[in-house]
């Protein structure tokens, strides 16, 4: 729920992101050369926050790719060490090289796969992303060329979300007498 003041912004990370900085004091409102030092910018009245969907989505590639490197990683140091030895006093096992490679190029081939998938499906989310300059009487938000629109053509057009028109109590009592 948007507070009174709250600018509109389009994305969830920018709108948890903007409150908690709010909130904590470190927000300030833009200032006549459109710029901030706690990380807001404005450009042509549309102001975004610095966690968008490219670095959200390169965060995401870059911990799941370090998770597969880690298990190669382990991999390796238990062939070495023989950690099932050591920690739970086992039967030694001699190096084998071929097993490590394989389960090595195993665990590649997996995480190259899950990267894959997950681009993939990164790539089909579809978000709003910024500040919208939004008419505060009728509700039409400007786009990037200018122009007026309804809010439902914006949110349609930039989202996948689609809308059903209906009438809350308050409007159908005050429009209707219902």
């Known amino acids: 729920m948007r507070h009174?003041?709250?600018?509109?912004?389009?994305?969830?990370?920018?709108?948890?992101?903007y409150r908690f900085l709010s909130a904590s004091a470190w927000l300030s409102f833009v200032?006549?050369?459109?710029?901030?030092?706690?990380?807001i910018r404005k450009?042509?009245?549309?102001m975004t926050l610095d966690m968008n969907k490219s670095k959200f989505s390169r965060q995401i590639i870059y911990y799941e790719l370090f998770g597969f490197c880690l298990?190669?990683?382990?991999?390796?140091?238990n062939e070495f060490l023989d950690l099932p030895q050591h920690l739970f006093g086992g039967q030694p096992t001699p190096?084998?090289?071929?097993?490590?490679i394989f389960e090595s190029l195993l665990i590649l081939i997996v995480g190259l796969v899950v990267i894959l998938l997950t681009l993939k499906l990164l790539l089909e989310i579809r978000h709003?992303?910024?500040?919208?300059?939004i008419c505060a009487s009728c509700k039409m938000i400007r786009d990037s060329h200018g122009d007026?629109?309804?809010?439902?053509?914006?949110i349609r057009d930039h989202s996948d979300a689609e809308?059903?028109?209906?009438?809350?109590?308050?409007c159908a009592k005050e429009l209707y007498g219902i």
Not at 5 to 16: A, D, Q, R, T
Not at 128 to 133: I, S
Not at 148 to 154: A, T
Not at 163 to 170: G, M, N, R, T
């Open 163 to 170: 809308f059903s028109h209906s009438i809350c109590p308050a």
């Open 95 to 100: 190096f084998n090289i071929t097993e490590s």
């Open 4 to 17: 009174a003041g709250e600018p509109v912004i389009e994305n969830l990370y920018g709108s948890l992101l």
């Open 71 to 77: 298990l190669i990683f382990m991999t390796w140091i």
């Open 128 to 133: 709003l992303e910024g500040f919208l300059p």
């Open 31 to 39: 200032g006549e050369n459109g710029t901030d030092v706690r990380g």
């Open 43 to 46: 450009e042509e009245d549309v």
């Open 148 to 154: 007026w629109v309804q809010i439902e053509e914006y």
